[in-house]
């Protein structure tokens, strides 16, 4: 068909698409929740107020930084899964002060 590179492109990106979705699936399904427990370096989540797939999973990793001194949460207003990009002057005060609250041994 004289479309037929068309629906080659289109077949392969639905491809690639099934397989990243897989990719996401296997990832999100594995819980971290016991290593950021027993961490013991200094550990910083970055909350982003409009992130929903991720906060909508966040309950047992936030049970885990709160069992752990080493682990810190801060919550970044008006930002998505992108906060670097959404609020990049916020996200990077919020990496400096992590990094400069860090004890220089």
């Known amino acids: 068909s004289k479309y037929s590179n068309v629906q080659k492109e289109i077949y392969n990106l639905l491809a690639l698409m099934k397989k ?19 961490i013991n370096i200094p550990f910083l989540l970055i909350e982003s107020e409009f992130d ?4 909508n999973n966040l309950k047992t990793t936030i049970k885990a930084i709160d069992n752990n001194d ?7 207003g008006q930002a998505g899964h992108f906060a670097n990009l959404d609020k990049p ?3 990077n005060k919020i990496i ?4 400069k609250s860090i004890p220089i041994i």
């Open 20 to 38: 990243g979705i897989l990719i996401r699936k296997s990832i999100g399904n594995y819980s971290y929740t016991n290593i950021i427990e027993k």
């Open 52 to 55: 929903n797939d991720i906060n």
């Open 70 to 76: 080493n682990a810190s949460i801060i919550k970044l």
């Open 89 to 91: 002057k916020e996200f």
């Open 96 to 99: 400096e002060n992590f990094i």
